[in-house]
């Protein structure tokens, strides 16, 4: 998989998604393990996918996680995918 390709998926996900559907802990480390295969394929991310994986990896750590947190990361990352 490639960057082009991982955004792609993403936004095929999000198209594909009923609405209202949020990311979830699962859901988060699926995109993560998408990212490193873009990773592992092109020896590199580009800087959208790279800043993508930061986000997510400080999510993920932020021990104050909450639905409505999973909201909030849902939109952004969808506005920016379907940009």
């Known amino acids: 998989m490639t960057n082009h390709e991982f955004r792609e998926w993403l936004k095929g ?3 594909m998604s009923e609405e209202g ?3 979830n ?5 699926i995109i993560i393990n998408h990212l490193n295969l ?3 394929v092109e020896e590199g991310l580009d800087s959208f996918n790279e800043q ?4 997510l990896y400080q ?3 932020d021990a104050q996680t909450s639905p409505p947190d ?3 990361l849902t939109d952004d990352i969808k506005n920016r ?3």
């Open 13 to 15: 996900f999000f198209e």
């Open 21 to 23: 559907t949020l990311l």
């Open 25 to 29: 802990p699962d859901r988060v480390q």
């Open 38 to 40: 873009a990773e592992a």
């Open 52 to 55: 993508l994986r930061a986000d």
């Open 59 to 61: 999510f993920r750590e």
């Open 70 to 72: 999973f909201n909030v």
């Open 81 to 83: 995918i379907l940009d």
